[in-house]
């Protein structure tokens, strides 16, 4: 296996430099103690006897990585995904922290489903967070319960692959939301706009023959909820940006004053509408893959540090769904094993006080988790990685119940080497085993 969960009640990193702008050793290289699950010890050297040491050439440490948009796919789904194995895709991709989106069968959108997930993932290698449902069976006719489902652990509010269509609807959410501070996370699809579209509407679509998704659905998208945002005063997260003009209209509404933040996929970093002409079902996504101008905007956006997350979009898919002709297979693709390298491979001027933002901090920020910090007295919940290391994610190391992926066999540059969470060294190999 890839991920090996051990138990140690004191744990030794050594000579790692420490990742953390907020921590008063930020950049320096150093050794961690960890006792349980609290940092015992920060110091340029530790003779204390340990029950594991960990050490690696050109190793980072971090406060624990967040995913701010995935589908588990349990309860419903389990053919695509389990509770277990998006945890162990998780803890092999860096992330301690992930939020489950609400698309499962039942819904979450109450308080007992949110709790089925929190108590669901207790025990595993990542905490898997609930995003709860705006609207109840996410049909977008009512709003849910989204007051007890925040009281029972839901982290935001979102109708995840199917967004608030109706504006006075998403409304009503926003000002609901706002009397405790939560956050709506919204997927900029205009469907009255996308229609049956496939793929982005453009040259390539032409050239494919296939029905185009028009950037205009989600730049419209985009700008209305701008609008209520500014009406209500809320908060809000747009996620899954795949256009240039979509992240200037969030910029102009950061430059306003705005609670506003957004996220961008490595998929739409990585591939554009080009990469399509083999009809790849795994490239089929929503949104859908841009053009090239719009790919390189994005890059540009992540490094003048106007996009505050990446998120993997993680999207499981079983073979029956993408096995198929592109017409009928589903869209999505898994990712939370390839964040990093991806981005570290597209992107490597970022420096790594950037990573750690994009990564971790941010999303932090945005939805109200815990801050934790590389110094004494710490909860130690931390992500172990390298930038100089090789990943190639194969069919023995995927840890996701599902291989929808167009990164299998790619060399990227970038290792996770593990994670440290709830008092558990998660070990990721990174071979076959």
């Known amino acids: 296996m890839q991920e090996i969960l051990e138990d140690f009640m004191k744990i030794l990193i050594r000579q790692a430099t420490i990742a953390d702008p907020k921590a008063a050793n930020n950049g320096l290289v150093q050794d961690i103690l960890v006792d349980g699950s609290e940092?015992?010890?920060?110091?340029?050297?530790?003779?204390?006897?340990?029950?594991?040491?960990?050490?690696?050439?050109?190793?980072?440490?971090?406060?624990?990585?967040?995913?701010?948009?995935?589908?588990?796919?349990?309860?419903?789904?389990?053919?695509?995904?389990?509770?277990?194995?998006?945890?162990a895709a998780a803890a092999a991709g860096g992330f301690t922290h992930i939020?489950?989106?609400?698309?499962?069968?039942?819904?979450?959108?109450?308080?007992?489903?949110?709790?089925y997930i929190r108590l669901g993932s207790r025990d595993l290698p990542a905490s898997i967070l609930p995003i709860g449902a705006v609207t109840r069976k996410m049909e977008g006719t009512a709003l849910a319960e989204m007051y007890d489902m925040r009281n029972s652990g839901a982290v935001a509010f979102a109708d995840g692959l199917s967004p608030v269509q109706s504006p006075g609807l998403l409304l009503k959410a926003l000002q609901?939301?706002?009397?405790?501070?939560?956050?709506?996370?919204?997927?900029?699809?205009?469907?009255?706009?996308?229609?049956?579209?496939?793929?982005?509407?453009?040259?390539?679509?032409?050239?494919?023959g296939l029905p185009g998704i028009p950037a205009l659905g989600e730049e419209l998208m985009i700008k209305r909820d701008i609008?209520?945002?500014?009406?209500?005063?809320?908060?809000?997260?747009?996620?899954?940006?795949?256009?240039?003009?979509?992240l200037q209209l969030i910029q102009a509404a950061k430059a306003e004053g705005l609670q506003i933040t957004c996220s961008v996929t490595p998929n739409h970093l990585f591939f554009?509408?080009?990469?399509?002409?083999?009809?790849?079902?795994?490239?089929?996504?929503?949104?859908?893959?841009?053009?090239?101008?719009?790919?390189?905007?994005?890059?540009?956006?992540?490094?003048?540090?106007?996009?505050?997350?990446?998120?993997?979009?993680?999207?499981?898919?079983?073979?029956?769904?993408?096995?198929?002709?592109?017409?009928?297979?589903?869209?999505?693709?898994?990712g939370l094993q390839?964040?990093?390298p991806v981005l570290q491979t597209l992107l490597p001027e970022l420096d790594t006080a950037a990573l750690v933002a994009l990564l971790s901090t941010n999303a932090r920020n945005i939805f109200g988790l815990t801050a934790t910090h590389i110094q004494q007295g710490q909860v130690a919940d931390l992500t172990l990685f390298s930038r100089t290391g090789k990943t190639v994610l194969t069919k023995a190391t995927i840890r996701s119940r599902s291989a929808n992926t167009a990164f299998m066999d790619r060399v990227l540059t970038g290792q996770v080497l593990g994670t440290l969470h709830k008092g558990r060294f998660n070990h990721n190999q990174n071979q076959p085993t």
């Open 227 to 246: 609008d209520l945002l500014r009406y209500t005063g809320s908060k809000l997260h747009i996620t899954g940006v795949s256009t240039e003009k979509g």
């Open 99 to 115: 939020f489950a989106l609400p698309d499962n069968k039942p819904v979450t959108d109450n308080k007992s489903q949110v709790e």
């Open 272 to 334: 554009c509408d080009e990469d399509l002409q083999d009809y790849d079902t795994n490239l089929k996504l929503n949104p859908p893959l841009r053009s090239r101008a719009d790919m390189m905007a994005l890059r540009k956006a992540v490094v003048n540090g106007d996009v505050d997350c990446i998120s993997s979009h993680h999207l499981p898919q079983d073979w029956d769904h993408k096995t198929c002709e592109f017409e009928y297979a589903a869209p999505g693709m898994i």
């Open 39 to 87: 940092i015992s010890a920060v110091a340029n050297a530790i003779d204390t006897p340990a029950d594991q040491v960990i050490e690696a050439q050109g190793l980072l440490v971090s406060p624990g990585w967040v995913d701010i948009f995935c589908h588990s796919a349990d309860p419903g789904f389990e053919q695509r995904e389990t509770l277990a194995t998006a945890a």
């Open 338 to 340: 390839t964040v990093f």
């Open 176 to 208: 609901y939301v706002k009397a405790f501070d939560g956050v709506i996370i919204q997927l900029p699809v205009d469907k009255s706009i996308a229609g049956s579209g496939l793929i982005h509407e453009g040259i390539i679509s032409t050239r494919l």
